[in-house]
Nanobody, 119 residues
Framework: QVQLVESGGGLVQPGGSLRLSCAAS????????MSWYRQAPGKERELVAV???????YYGDSMKGRFTISRDNAKNTVYLQMNSLKPEDTAVYYC?????????????WGQGTQVTVSS
């Protein structure tokens, strides 16, 4: 059974930091690109960061320089270190696992973790 379980969300003051974790099970974690997405109330889900199976990373424009995505294949876990948080970072953050083995695409989602940035 595939599971992605996010943790580490919470309430933080502007300028603060949080580290999100996503623990994966039920699939070959090291083969998958892992991503973090977020969705704020009334807004579409947006890509935060991606880390490929080889370790290459990509960030959304508003996250560059503040967020860092990393993975530990031995622990089947992906992380998102968030620094210099702003109120506009408030959202539910979702973990995603993605793999394309043509003709099949494998896409798994976690249940999300709430991040609230407020004084």
């Amino acid at each position: 059974q595939v599971q992605l379980v996010e943790s580490g969300g919470g309430l933080v003051q502007p300028g603060g930091s949080l580290r999100l974790s996503c623990a994966a099970s039920g699939f070959t974690f090291s083969r998958y690109a892992m991503s973090w997405y977020r969705q704020a109330p009334g807004k579409e889900r947006e890509l935060v960061a991606v880390i490929s199976s080889a370790g290459s990373t990509y960030y959304g424009d508003s996250m560059k320089g503040r967020f860092t995505i990393s993975r530990d294949n031995a622990k089947n876990t992906v992380y998102l270190q968030m620094n210099s948080l702003k109120p506009e970072d408030t959202a539910v953050y979702y973990c995603n696992a993605h793999l394309v083995l043509l003709p099949t695409t494998y896409d798994y989602w976690g249940q999300g973790t709430q991040v609230t940035v407020s004084s």
